[in-house]
């Protein structure tokens, strides 16, 4: 299993009933798959977060994980509780 980055990207405001998207790429390539997300490339939720002109920004990134932590992330549902830009206690603690 090779190693990658997953990320938390948070909207400033919810689309639907999405607040938070959850991606994973290669490492060393995070900030390409940002570029490609700002210009509506690379993900469905991303496309339309980014045509309905709300913004967003990358809250928390994991280095050095796979696939099988990025799944684990988006099955626990835990994006809020995650994300320090809406979890008080980890806004507190200035990260992990
Ligand atoms: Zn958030």
């Known amino acids: 299993m090779s190693a990658g980055t997953v990320y938390l990207i948070c909207f400033k405001e919810k689309l639907h009933h999405a607040k938070h998207y959850i991606g994973f790429c290669e490492e060393g390539n ?3 798959r940002i570029e490609r997300h ?6 469905k939720l991303m496309a339309a977060v980014t045509q309905a002109g709300i913004a967003w920004e990358v809250a928390r990134v994991w280095e050095d994980v796979d696939r099988n ?4 992330l988006k099955n626990s549902k835990n994006g809020p509780r995650l994300c ?13």
Do not use: H, I, M, V
């Open 30 to 32: 995070l900030e390409a």
């Open 38 to 43: 700002r210009a509506g490339n690379g993900s």
């Open 69 to 72: 932590f990025e799944r684990q």
């Open 84 to 96: 320090p830009f809406c979890n008080d206690k980890l806004k507190k603690k200035g990260g992990e």
